[in-house]
């Protein structure tokens, strides 16, 4: 029996989780490490699907600000998430894991075309999947990317990887006498206004009743330790 309390997992990362200590882009350090823990979760018995954003390259609101027509940006973004996906399965794939990308648009001279089935096998194969290019569609966000995916491969839990460790009732950064949320409902985080993803990722976890961790990718062996049921960030799930 397998001593981990989830058996599937999807992984969301930022891509600026890829930046390390560069202002753009990805360091090879950082992308390193986190395919280190990424292998270590999955070396004791969880499957693991990974979705990276692509913030480290392009975001389409960002370029419509400037001028750009949003979805032609938004097309870059989930391209960038493309090029965030590749290199992550590189990464792994030199630390002995088996990877592979699937994309929600097509481009399958460099990567798989993303198919349900196909990606439960892969996870069900003992491979690391990674689930690039969003949802296919402008005016979304990676955050529902990884929700969609998280719900339709069946996942445990969505953990999803930020700088700050959990959802606090206030900004930490402004305010000192922050408190950090270790539980909190899908209705809580409505009713008080918390920002933990946008708001069409949310519905669908909420919807699906998928539950969902916000932590700190920035300890190493954390990903290990949360699958292993520490109670690390704060989790969201639950009625009340
Ligand atoms: N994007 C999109 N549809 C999707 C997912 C992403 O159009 O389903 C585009 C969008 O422009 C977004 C960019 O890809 O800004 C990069 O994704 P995101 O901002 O979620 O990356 P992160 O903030 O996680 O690095």
New binding site residues.
């Given amino acids: 029996m397998s001593p981990l309390a989830y058996r599937r997992v999807l992984l969301k990362l930022?891509?600026?989780a890829l930046m390390g200590d560069e202002d753009y882009g990805i360091d090879p350090k950082m992308i390193g490490r986190l395919a280190q823990e990424v292998i270590e979760a999955q070396q004791a018995g969880a499957e693991v699907a990974l979705v990276i954003?692509?913030?480290?390259i392009?975001?389409?609101?960002g370029l419509a600000a400037a001028g750009m027509d949003r979805v032609t940006?938004?097309?870059?973004?989930?391209l960038?998430?493309v090029i965030n996906a590749l290199a992550m399965q590189d990464a792994l794939e030199k630390r002995g894991g088996k990877a592979r990308v699937m994309s929600?648009l097509k481009i399958n001279d460099v990567c798989e075309d993303y198919i349900r089935r196909r990606a439960i096998r892969h996870l069900e194969k003992g491979r690391l999947v990674i689930f690039a290019?969003?949802?296919?569609?402008?005016?979304?966000?990676?955050?529902?990317?990884a929700a969609l995916r998280a719900i339709e491969i069946g996942a445990d839990l969505l953990l999803k990887a930020t700088k700050v460790d959990g959802v606090y009732d206030k900004d930490p950064k402004k305010h000192a006498d922050a408190t950090r949320y270790e539980t909190l409902t899908y209705d809580q985080v409505i009713t008080r206004d918390l920002q933990v993803m946008d708001t069409a990722a949310f519905a669908l976890c909420r919807d699906s009743g998928l539950p969902l961790r916000i932590f700190d990718m920035g300890q190493p062996g954390v990903l290990l330790r949360l699958l292993k049921g520490e109670n690390i960030g704060t989790l969201v799930s639950g009625r009340g």
Avoid at 139 to 144: A, L
């Fill in positions: 930022s891509g600026e954003g692509g913030g480290n392009f975001r389409g609101a940006g938004d097309q870059m973004g989930m960038a998430t929600a290019a969003g949802t296919g569609n402008p005016f979304f966000t990676t955050d529902s990317g």
